[in-house]
């Protein structure tokens, strides 16, 4: 299932960390440069124009912004510690130089979510079908021609693991260049519809987020078996996303659970994936940020941040 955002002003955030030597420091070495974290966030600016702007933690302000003319942003991702920033809209897709804000490689016929390696030489894109792509020249290395879900590359960045016609787990070796396995997932006897899938760290266990009726289940299952176990249910579908922390220990997710006589009770929960258990929530309401609909979290773990969802005004929470 594909959600379409039209004449939404949405925010999205993406992240980056520059991290600089500190490690093994003579006395008589110069001081460090200070670690600078960077999200990226995106407005929109009218119907099919938006604008990217260049947070800093450390000055807690926009520190850059550049806007990009006649393309309406789905989804966006970093690429090569601050190099480029890859942008995608329904069926197109786009690469900028992020020193230069020069248009460095476009495309047709493929875009929304994006998913970039963690040692970024590769990023999968959708329209009707997976594509996994190189990141130095773009060129196709993969290559699923039916429709499929959405998925995750592996800790170590030698797999892809998405949903194949939602209903199937299929594990892609990038090296092997083969579908290594596949599986199904059901749920009381019936196919479990998946809608995102992440896998842990060492591919123990995979975490998911599918359908139940008009509502989206969060749950976990481990690898190469059909058995799953809801951890959080049920959630609205337009606001619910799951970013995992660099080490694999921790997921943090968008929780706004609906009701059939209650509101929203928007916050961000934080799972601990060996225990499956919460050890933490956050009230976005608190802060006044209702309907969080995109986080982002740095390589460190440090830092994490959310952007609403609709129309402004808007407000970004910046969690230490």
């Given amino acids: 299932m594909r959600f379409k955002f039209y004449k939404l002003a949405i925010l999205i955030v993406i992240l980056s960390i520059c991290l600089f030597q500190s490690c093994n420091k003579k006395p008589t070495d110069p001081d460090p440069e200070l670690v600078e974290h960077l999200f990226y966030i995106k407005a929109a600016i009218g119907t099919d124009s938006s604008l990217i702007k260049t947070f800093s933690v450390e000055q807690l302000k926009f520190i850059d912004s550049f806007i990009i003319d006649d393309f309406g942003i789905y989804d966006m991702a970093i690429i090569a510690d601050d190099e480029k920033l890859m942008v995608t809209e329904e069926y197109r897709m786009r690469v900028y130089d992020l020193e230069t804000k020069e248009l460095i490689h476009s495309a047709d016929g493929y875009g929304n979510p994006i998913r970039v390696s963690p040692n970024s030489d590769y990023y999968s894109v959708y329209d009707t079908r997976l594509q996994i792509r190189r990141t130095d020249d773009f ?182």
């Fill in 139 to 320: 060129s196709l290395i993969y290559n699923d021609t039916a429709i499929t879900g959405y998925g995750d590359f592996s800790f170590d960045s030698k797999y892809y693991i998405y949903s194949h016609d939602q209903g199937d787990v299929m594990v892609y070796n990038i090296d092997g260049d083969s579908i290594e396995t596949s599986f199904g997932l059901t749920r009381s006897g019936n196919q479990f519809n998946i809608y995102e899938l992440w896998p842990s760290a060492d591919m123990s266990k995979l975490f998911i987020m599918g359908f139940n009726g008009a509502y989206l289940d969060f749950a976990v299952a481990d690898y190469d078996s059909d058995t799953l176990r809801i951890i959080q249910s049920p959630l609205k579908t337009g606001g619910a996303e799951v970013v995992v922390s660099s080490d694999g220990q921790h997921l943090y997710f968008i929780n706004t659970p609906y009701g059939d006589s209650e509101m929203p009770s928007e916050k961000i929960d934080i799972f601990d994936v060996e225990t499956e258990e919460l050890v933490s929530s956050i009230s976005t309401r608190e802060y006044n940020l209702f309907e969080p609909y995109k986080i982002a979290l740095t390589s460190d773990g440090k830092y994490l941040m959310a952007t609403p969802w609709g129309w402004g005004p808007y407000s970004l929470l910046l969690i230490d």
